[in-house]
């Protein structure tokens, strides 16, 4: 049986380089050759709780489910790709990361790659870009004409969210550090605010909230709703808060192929731009989960190949 070169987080929570079995696709799933895998560093937090779909803990589990590849193999009954597709996705999250050279995913997590994305590009993309879908449109439902306040627009997902809300003719303010304020603009924003030098507050009442931050920033926001103003947030702590309110307001992104697709023509038509902050080679993955890694705006993406 062949084998491939993967990344595993070993007992201490380090990545170590491992030599693992090219993984079979089953019926109803598809093999991936991965060219390139984005990186959330938090998975190395969180990664010591998770569990594969049987329950069981996902020891010695290999991270990175956002990935960039090529169709090698498709199981059984597993339609709408061939062999030779090039295809970006958001793999299962009891599922094994494609820190890997090879990886095994199912066909509704899949979306062709668009043609003006390279894989390093396409990698960086699905966890943040459908985040902020699914923040602004599925769960805001943000309209045409209204005000949304975008809490950390230079992030990985703000970035996107900026994108997409100016895209839906929203008025859209957002925060950012003093050296990302031109680099926001850039993407859309009709005002950008320097947390650090002044409050949001000053924006005025907002009908939607976008929050990536938490904390007090979460705790001040509320007051900034209109009448009917909605507000939700991704951010890890507000899980665990006894605010029912920020309860209802936390979510965690989706697989959703679908929407993947859809979206993933905006890059083509130019309406998105996806932004790498890094680009490491797989052998300093313990280096990229670190969090430590300076670059762009953008997500740190790893090179597979």
């Known amino acids: 049986m062949a084998d491939m070169k993967a990344m595993e987080f070993s007992d201490k929570l380090n990545l170590q380089p491992v ?10 799933e598809i093999l991936i050759q991965i060219s390139a895998v984005g990186v959330t560093p938090t998975e190395k937090l969180w990664y010591p709780t998770s569990h594969y ?7 010695k589990a ?3 489910h956002e990935f960039s590849g090529t169709v090698a193999g498709l199981g059984a009954g597993a339609l709408g790709y061939s062999l030779g597709d090039a295809v970006f996705g958001l793999n299962d999250w009891f599922a094994e990361g494609a820190t890997a050279e090879f990886c095994i995913t199912k066909p509704s997590n899949l979306s062709l790659k668009p043609p003006s994305l390279s894989h390093i590009e396409a990698a960086s ?10 923040g602004l449109h599925v769960r805001a439902k943000l309209q045409k004409g209204e005000r949304v306040l975008i809490h950390g627009g230079a992030g990985a997902v703000g970035l996107f969210a900026v994108q997409l809300a100016k895209s839906q003719g929203a008025y859209v303010i957002a ?17 950008v605010i320097d947390y650090r030098e002044h409050r949001f507050e000053e924006a005025g009442l907002v009908d939607v909230i976008f929050d990536t931050v938490a904390g007090e920033t979460l705790d001040r ?3 900034l709703l209109k009448p009917g103003g909605r ?17 209802s307001a936390f979510f965690i992104v989706e697989q959703d192929g679908e929407q993947l697709a859809s979206l993933g023509k905006r890059f083509d038509s130019g309406e998105l731009k996806a932004f790498v902050k890094a680009e490491l080679p797989m ?9 430590s890694v300076a670059g762009n705006p953008g997500k740190l993406v790893i090179r597979t190949k």
Not at 53 to 59: E, I, P, T, V
């Open 125 to 134: 993309a699905p966890i943040s870009l459908l985040t902020a879908w699914q």
């Open 62 to 64: 290999i991270p990175g």
């Open 175 to 191: 925060t950012s550090s003093k050296s990302n304020i031109d680099f926001v603009q850039q993407l859309g924003a009709n005002e």
């Open 283 to 291: 052998e300093e993955a313990d280096h990229a989960y670190s969090g």
């Open 231 to 247: 507000l939700v947030t991704i951010a890890a702590d507000a899980e665990a808060s006894a605010d029912s309110r920020v309860k």
């Open 19 to 28: 030599r693992r079995p090219v993984p079979e696709p089953q019926a109803g």
């Open 53 to 59: 779909a049987d329950g069981s803990a996902r020891s």
């Open 221 to 223: 926001s509320w007051d």
